[in-house]
Nanobody, 125 residues
Framework: QVQLVESGGGLVQAGGSLRLSCAASGRTFSNYAMGWFRQAPGKEREFVAA????????WCADSVKGRFTISRDNAKNSVYLQMNSLNAEDTAVYYC??????????????????WGQGTQVTVSS
């Protein structure tokens, strides 16, 4: 089992920034590809960004390219999502995800093995 705990969400004004963190425990972190997904009220959970096990490959949704950056620190068993230039459409619960298989823009949420509990991000306009 892998336990994932997100932090860093909150309320921010449009144009502002937040940095989400996800701390993993339970298994060898470097064996897992990591991703961030989000779910807005009334909408399905959607892919945001992902990073492979070594950190050498990254995928981002078109809606966040140039604004969000995913990174990981295998020594700290953590993955991060730096979010800049936030707008109201970014308001959602953000979930950390882990899987031994690569997570990419086309990965279905039903295929993900491990999820965090989510952290709320609210952008006020």
């Amino acid at each position: 089992q892998v336990q994932l705990v997100e932090s860093g969400g909150g309320l921010v004004q449009a144009g502002g920034s937040l940095r989400l963190s996800c701390a993993a425990s339970g298994r060898t972190f470097s064996n897992y590809a990591m991703g961030w997904f989000r779910q807005a009220p009334g909408k399905e959970r959607e892919f945001v960004a992902a990073i492979n096990q070594s950190g050498g490959m990254i995928w981002c949704a078109d809606s966040v390219k140039g604004r969000f950056t995913i990174s990981r620190d295998n020594a700290k068993n953590s993955v991060y999502l730096q979010m800049n230039s936030l707008n109201a459409e970014d308001t959602a619960v953000y979930y950390c995800a882990a899987d031994t298989r690569l997570i990419t823009t086309g990965t279905m949420t039903s295929r993900i093995n491990y999820w965090g509990q989510g952290t709320q991000v609210t952008v006020s306009s």
